[in-house]
């Protein structure tokens, strides 16, 4: 079936570090690849997404590109501040109606 | 605002007692789901909705039901509600206009549940 395996976390980076939160998938057919970020106390909002293959998502200096090659939608930023501290999940989707999330990584930035 | 609304926010009850979570749009989305959020498991949806009186099961439908009579309003229903239900639960939204902006779901507040 459908899965996401996302990195583990709790991550802990210090502000204006490097940011990499692995994703990789299996998938019957051709996802759709999600990363979503929520925040604390608040429901998931959409960060950036791609559709086919080698598309690149981006958003808020968050980037994410998809590897069919590899099976993974890897996200990074290249400088993380405080307020990117939330727990960030990737998903995907083949058909549009029904999605497939990660566990979670929870990410803390310290100043 | 659009908004996807979600009641109550919290919630305590007892094993077996029936409950209703409400879910309402104001955005006119054809597609509506619910997915319960639990530690080290992430999201998992429980049924989807592709219209009125359309309605699909997730991966974890068992103990649920869903109705869809109006476009805007997708309630979550436990008719006998057990400890293992006991969760953090949301309610998304999306138009259903073809393509990837299909596929941009809209999160609800989230509604936290406690089965004793």
């Known amino acids: 079936g459908d899965s996401v395996t996302q990195m583990e976390g709790p991550v802990t980076l210090s502000e204006e570090a490097f940011l990499t939160i692995n994703c990789t998938y299996t998938?019957?057919?051709?996802?759709?690849l999600f990363w979503y970020v929520q925040y604390p106390g608040e429901g998931l909002q959409l960060l950036l997404k791609?559709?086919?293959?080698?598309d690149k998502g981006s958003n808020k200096g968050f980037e994410a590109t998809y590897r069919k090659e590899t099976t993974s939608f890897h996200l990074e930023k290249g400088s993380v501040q405080v307020s990117d501290s939330a727990v960030y999940f990737c998903?995907?989707?083949?058909?549009?109606?029904?999605?497939?999330f990660g566990t979670g990584t929870s990410l803390t930035v310290i100043p | 605002e659009a908004q996807v609304t979600q009641n109550p926010r919290y919630l305590i009850t007892v094993t077996g007692k029936k409950l209703t979570v409400t879910c309402s749009q104001n955005?006119?989305?054809?597609?509506m789901s619910w997915y319960r959020q639990d530690p080290g498991l992430g999201l998992r949806q429980i049924y989807y909705?592709?219209?009125?009186?359309?309605?699909d099961k997730g991966d974890v439908p068992e103990g649920y039901k869903v109705s869809r009579k109006e476009k805007r309003n997708f309630p979550l229903i436990l008719e006998s509600p057990s400890p293992n239900q006991t969760s953090l639960y949301f309610c998304?939204?999306?138009?259903?206009?073809?393509?990837?902006?299909?596929?941009?779901?809209?999160f609800g507040p989230g509604t936290r549940l406690l089965v004793l």
């Open positions: 909705s592709m219209n009125v009186e359309v309605t």
């Open positions: 998304a939204s999306s138009p259903l206009a073809g393509g990837p902006i299909r596929e941009t779901q809209y």
């Open positions: 998903a995907l989707s083949v058909t549009g109606n029904q999605f497939y």
């Open positions: 791609a559709t086919k293959a080698d």
């Open positions: 955005m006119n989305h054809e597609y």
């Open positions: 998938a019957t057919g051709y996802p759709s």
